[in-house]
């Protein structure tokens, strides 16, 4: 625990403010301690994903497959089938990394490709955090594309591209299933990855470790923060 609180510390040197995330690891773990005993384990890696676009469910196997999208949403064919196409393979999603690719063919079939994506777990979580790469197609249209990871159109500088690399982390009520929807109707994409992925696991979880051993790792955890921000401030 205290290597992956330096970890994250080191990446978060300079710390901006999003709509609803914390992005610092100090926050975050003050989050998780201020509700009691907790477990941090590695992201485990789902049991099963599930993707949608805006004609129902589908698979990497049969993205392919043409879809009836309509002759007005796709003028170019007038039968009004599409593929769902989609901008590259899946990033993986497995122990200590989690990813995801959404994408938009807005302006001639309708949206295809993935926007929504579920990730069952093997257990029940109350959050989330790691080194979070998210970028988007284009700043003024879908800074706040995907809302699970709470930042808004204001938080990204133009100047510097549509993308945010740094810590990232978020609690939430007990749950074995995150969602991940696109929410902007741009003709763009986006994409996330968070790697060195940790959860907090819920403490009705089977694989969940007795309270005073999770406490200690909480408080180790914590330890490793402080003497990390220390060091970095030259103390």
């Known amino acids: ?125 109350t959050g989330i955090a790691g080194n979070l790469d998210y970028g988007f197609g284009f700043s003024g249209d879908t800074a706040d594309a995907l809302p699970f990871f709470g930042f808004d159109r204001s938080f990204f500088d133009p100047e510097f591209g549509p993308r945010y690399n740094g810590f990232w982390g978020e609690v939430f009520a007990p749950t074995d299933t995150i969602r991940v929807r696109w929410s902007d109707p741009a003709d763009s994409f986006a994409f996330f990855n968070l790697s060195s992925a940790v959860v907090v696991q819920a403490r009705s979880s089977p694989t969940s470790v007795p309270e005073p051993a999770s406490a200690a790792l909480l408080g180790t955890g914590l330890l490793g923060l402080m003497a990390a921000r220390r060091r970095l401030r030259g103390g």
């Not at 201020?34 to 485990?44: D, E, L, M, Y």
């Not at 949608?52 to 469910?57: A, I, K, S, V």
């Not at 009004?80 to 989609?86: D, Q």
Request: proline share 11%.
């Open 1 to 125: 625990m205290t290597t992956i609180v330096s970890f994250f510390f080191a990446t978060a040197l300079t710390i901006p403010q999003a709509k609803a995330a914390f992005l610092d690891p100090a926050s975050w773990l003050g989050a998780i301690s201020g509700r009691g005993p907790a477990t941090v384990a590695a992201f485990p890696g789902p049991k099963a994903i599930t993707l949608r676009d805006d004609f129902g469910p589908w698979t990497p196997a049969t993205q392919n497959t043409p879809v009836f999208v309509g002759p007005d949403a796709n003028p170019y064919n007038p039968t009004g089938f599409a593929t769902r196409g989609f901008l590259g393979d899946l990033p993986a999603s497995g122990p200590g990394e989690w990813s995801g690719l959404f994408t938009c063919n807005s302006a001639y079939s309708g949206c295809l490709g993935a926007t929504e994506i579920t990730y069952r777990l093997p257990f029940a979580i």
